[in-house]
């Protein structure tokens, strides 16, 4: 159990554009879900919580208006990164706690984005 | 001072050996610790948790917690080549939501 899909698992695009990212959690719901951004050799940035009905709570520096994060069931959570620039290549992963309430999470495989 | 400090090593043992990961929070109120493995190019997966004051074994991992020192550790023992990994330990202090370490590159030598 507690399996998390995420897709992409990879994308290249151009300056510019929009990408977005898929979260699903395959065999149960989840009403909270994390996004995390990784740089090379670096540990994972906690980006947003999103939020089954609601909005995301973004952390302290990430821009909301360019990382746009929509819960819209209790198993889907989408992450979509606007207007996206070269500084924005990075692995983006996403996460859901698990069903005990320990606190413990279970990752999706990552997207990693490249753009050009 | 970060909220979560681990060596960022590397820690490099020879195979059969034991491996020592350490870890300490600055929050005396954290609650919950975790231990996850990262493959490189991967993304993290679950392999210890542990909340109460003591040792947690769980085949050739065992996770200690000692909550007056602010220390959590993972041993991993009879280690072997496919250990070689990053570990990343996180403490929940607010519920739900964890704070990660840089984390410690693992190489397990044959």
């Known amino acids: 159990g507690a399996v998390v899909s995420q897709h992409p698992s990879w994308v290249i695009c151009k300056s510019g554009t929009s990408v977005k990212i898929e979260c699903r959690s395959l065999?149960?719901?989840?009403?909270?879900m994390f996004w995390y951004r990784q740089f090379p050799k670096q540990s994972l940035m906690l980006m947003a919580t999103?939020?089954?009905?609601?909005?995301?709570?973004?952390e302290q520096g990430v821009e909301k208006d360019k990382f746009l994060i929509n819960h819209a069931s209790l198993t889907l959570s989408t992450l979509t990164v606007t207007s996206a620039h070269p500084e924005d290549s990075s692995f983006y992963i996403c996460?859901?706690?698990?069903?005990?309430?320990?606190?413990?999470?279970?990752f999706g495989p990552g997207t990693r984005l490249t753009v050009l | 001072q970060k909220e979560v400090e681990q060596n960022s090593g590397p820690l490099s043992v020879p195979e059969g050996a034991i491996a020592s990961l350490n870890c300490t929070y600055s929050?005396?109120?954290?609650?919950?610790f975790f231990w996850y493995r990262q493959y490189s190019g991967k993304s993290p997966e679950l392999i210890m948790f542990?909340?109460?004051?003591g040792d947690k074994e769980d085949g050739r991992f065992t996770a200690q917690l000692n909550k007056a020192s602010q220390y959590v550790s993972l041993l991993i023992r009879d280690s072997q080549p496919s250990d070689s990994a990053t570990y990343l330990c996180?403490?929940?202090?607010?519920?739900?939501?964890?704070?990660f370490g840089d984390g410690t590159t693992l190489t397990v030598k044959p």
């Open positions: 542990i909340y109460s004051n």
């Open positions: 996180a403490v929940n202090t607010n519920a739900g939501k964890s704070t």
């Open positions: 065999d149960f719901q989840a009403t909270t």
């Open positions: 999103s939020n089954e009905g609601s909005k995301a709570t973004y």
């Open positions: 996460s859901a706690p698990g069903t005990s309430g320990g606190g413990e999470q279970f």
């Open positions: 929050d005396r109120g954290s609650q919950s």
